[in-house]
């Protein structure tokens, strides 16, 4: 399984990117999707995550400025971020957890909100 990443790049604070990640080579039935995100020398944190029945969940930090969706039939989940603030600032990496519980990870897009 492979994801990929992108839609990363530099924006001015308050402004907006969207994130995407395709899964590919999957032969199971996807179970959660989402994104975590790690700024240097901080603890990898979870931003939000969907469900295969379309729940979501966020973190405090981006509630009201982050929607998180999935497109079953291409095995994609975005990351919809509006008003970014200096602290968005960090690598995102989109995951993926199969059947059995396995976690599968993509290699992190950059983001970074600066003036």
């Known amino acids: 399984v492979q994801l990929q990443a992108s839609g990363g790049g530099l924006v001015q604070p308050g402004g907006s990117l969207r994130l995407s990640c395709a899964a590919s080579g999957s032969r199971f039935s996807i179970k959660d999707m989402g994104w975590y995100r790690q700024a240097p020398g901080r603890q990898r944190e979870l931003v939000a995550y969907?469900?295969?029945?379309?729940?979501?969940n966020y973190a405090d930090s981006v509630k009201g400025r982050i929607t998180i969706s999935r497109d079953n039939a291409r095995n994609t989940v975005y990351l919809q971020m509006n008003n970014l603030k200096p602290e968005d600032t960090s690598v995102y990496y989109c995951?993926?957890?199969?059947?059995?519980?396995?976690?599968?990870w993509g290699r992190g897009t950059q983001v970074t909100v600066s003036s």
């Open positions: 969907i469900t295969d029945d379309g729940s979501t």
């Open positions: 995951y993926l957890t199969g059947p059995a519980g396995y976690r599968y």
